[in-house]
């Protein structure tokens, strides 16, 4: 394969992919895209296979030459804005930082304004650093469609506090999309759920969206992505407990999903959740005003220098007043 942010990017159709569609074969190939993206290419013509335009759905043969062309990616609609990032570390390729509660990460209907992103435009234009050119992630990793953001390649909900991983360099942000994808991201999330869960557990489901709610997801279906979900119980509180969740995939609202479905739902979820009648366990849903979950631990190998990094970050104050009504 050969090519650049700039220019065509040639390869040859292997014997093991040859029968394939056209579409399942790059998008196969880790190339940095989603099969989303591919697929749009292809329709628009920027997909030849020796020398003309195909469909998606083409078989290859053996031997054949692709050569893709890339669309430039459209220039980023969102505002720098001077809003405070707890960033934990920082170099040229990534910036780690440690998300808050309340702050949603990408604009969208009903949050045009106050993001992760425009705080991260603004960020990039004090630092001198690119972040908005060309740094356009495709959410579809995350299940939730491929939707331009500049430097994100994962995402926490709004009301969910912890570490996040955006790229600032082409190279990171492709880096970056392959770990997800091949789940070589190690993330560990606290959580105080509801009821009694078990000590252990490990839950492998499909999960999809909801059948008559469209803004919500399950794990009663058999129509959608691979989902797992892998449990442990730290300690037990009156009328709930403090569990640990590790992601060996990253769906859309995945814990959460996961917990509520097992009948443990996660403390003041308000999509999720029931409400308790229980007066201290009201008490701590009040106090923490959210869903119960942090994004603890993110780990992952540099997409750009190779070397291990791991970054922890403790809940929040609102988590810990919740946990400690409910440990009396």
């Not at 394969?1 to 014997?15: A, N, R």
């Not at 290859?60 to 804005?81: F, M, N, Y």
């Not at 309340?102 to 630092?127: M, R, S």
């Not at 999330?189 to 078990?198: D, E, M, V």
């Amino acid at each position: 394969m050969t090519g650049s942010d700039d220019e065509p990017i040639e390869l040859v159709v292997t014997e093991e992919e040859a029968g394939e569609r056209l579409d399942r074969v790059l998008s196969a190939r880790d190339l940095g895209w989603s099969r989303t993206t591919v697929q749009r290419w292809i329709e628009a013509g920027r997909v030849e296979v020796d020398g003309a335009a195909v469909s998606r759905r083409t078989p290859v043969q053996a031997g054949a030459s692709v050569v893709i062309r890339p669309l430039p990616p459209p220039p980023s609609t969102a505002e720098p804005e001077d809003i405070p990032l707890a960033i934990i570390h920082e170099d040229e390729d990534l910036l780690v930082l440690d998300k808050a509660a309340g702050l949603v990460v990408h604009p969208a209907p009903g949050h045009p304004g106050g993001t992760l992103v425009n705080a991260l435009l603004h960020h990039a234009q004090l630092a001198d650093a690119p972040l908005g050119d060309g740094l356009l992630g495709d959410g579809s990793l995350e299940g939730d469609g491929a939707t331009e953001r500049p430097g994100i390649v994962h995402r926490l909900d709004k009301d969910t506090s912890g570490v996040m991983v955006v790229a600032k360099t082409a190279v990171a942000r492709e880096g970056l999309i392959a770990l997800f994808k091949e789940h070589d991201v190690e993330r560990v999330y606290r959580a105080i759920a509801l009821g009694g869960p078990p000590e252990r557990a490990t839950w492998e489901t499909t999960m999809g969206r909801h059948p008559r709610d469209r803004k919500r997801f399950t794990s009663r279906t058999t129509r959608g992505k691979r989902a797992v979900t892998h449990l442990r119980c730290l300690e037990r509180l009156h009328g709930a407990a403090l569990v640990e969740c590790r992601l060996e995939t990253g769906r859309t609202h995945q814990i959460r999903v996961h917990l509520s479905d097992h009948g443990f739902p996660i403390l003041a979820d308000p999509v999720y959740g029931r409400r308790s009648r229980d007066p201290r366990v009201l008490a701590a849903a009040e106090a923490i005003g959210r869903q119960a979950l942090h994004a603890g631990v993110l780990a992952f190998v540099h997409p750009v220098g190779g070397v291990p990094m791991r970054f922890e970050t403790p809940p929040p104050a609102d988590f810990e007043a919740a946990l400690a009504l409910l440990r009396g």
